[in-house]
């Protein structure tokens, strides 16, 4: 299994980005799909999971996020809209093909598969 993960880059504050995960090697229509942060000498924080059976989305922080996922495609997306320099760090797709309860989709100890990192930069 592998997961892709894309869209990261250089953004001024105020602006967007969208970043992608794609999986390969087995579907996770039961499952459930996140996205964590790690920014430059800080822990590694949960940002947002969706399941990709119900759609039911978690968020750390409600409003400038959105979580979304194409099951047709494999694929999970997080769109980012009014981002901050507070938001710059390496961005990580995981990935789990079993179900969870709600509570737990922010750990990321419940994630069998992780992406390689996308690197996303908010100058001010």
């Known amino acids: 299994v592998q997961l892709q993960a894309s869209g990261g880059g250089l953004v001024q504050t105020g602006g967007s980005l969208r970043l992608s995960c794609a999986a390969s090697g087995r579907t996770f229509s039961s499952g459930v799909m996140g996205w964590f942060r790690q920014a430059p000498g800080k822990e590694r924080e949960f940002v947002a999971a969706i399941s990709t059976g119900s759609a039911r989305t978690h968020y750390a922080l409600q409003g400038r996020f959105t979580i979304s996922r194409d099951n047709a495609k494999n694929t999970a997306y997080l769109q980012m809209n009014t981002l901050k320099p507070d938001d710059t760090a390496v961005y990580y797709c995981?990935?789990?093909?079993?179900?969870?309860?709600?509570?737990?989709?922010?750990?990321?100890?419940?994630?069998?598969?992780w992406g390689q990192g996308t690197l996303v930069t908010v100058s001010s």
């Open positions: 995981a990935a789990r093909n079993r179900r969870i309860i709600f509570s737990a989709m922010d750990q990321a100890e419940q994630y069998d598969y």
